[in-house]
């Protein structure tokens, strides 16, 4: 598999050689939240989503949103 370069904004770029980011724990905060954790992680598992809208919680399955609507 090879990689094509890339433009962005009129600079050529190699995605290949992004920087990745360290599995080492930081101190930064986000949005006004103080995090000790490294900025790189892993997805996490859970497969439902707790979502709030008007003040109703709704839990979201993404199994049921791929399906089709007229099926």
């Known amino acids: 598999m090879t990689t094509t370069q890339r433009t962005y904004r009129g600079i050529p770029y190699n995605p290949a050689q ?3 980011l360290s599995p080492a724990r930081v101190d930064h905060t986000y949005r006004g939240q103080h995090y000790d954790a490294p900025l790189c992680h892993a997805a996490a598992a859970e497969s439902t989503v707790e979502l709030h809208y008007r003040g109703s919680v709704y839990q979201h399955r993404r199994e049921q949103a791929k399906k089709p609507l007229n099926s």
Request: charged share 65%.
């Open 18 to 20: 992004h920087e990745r």
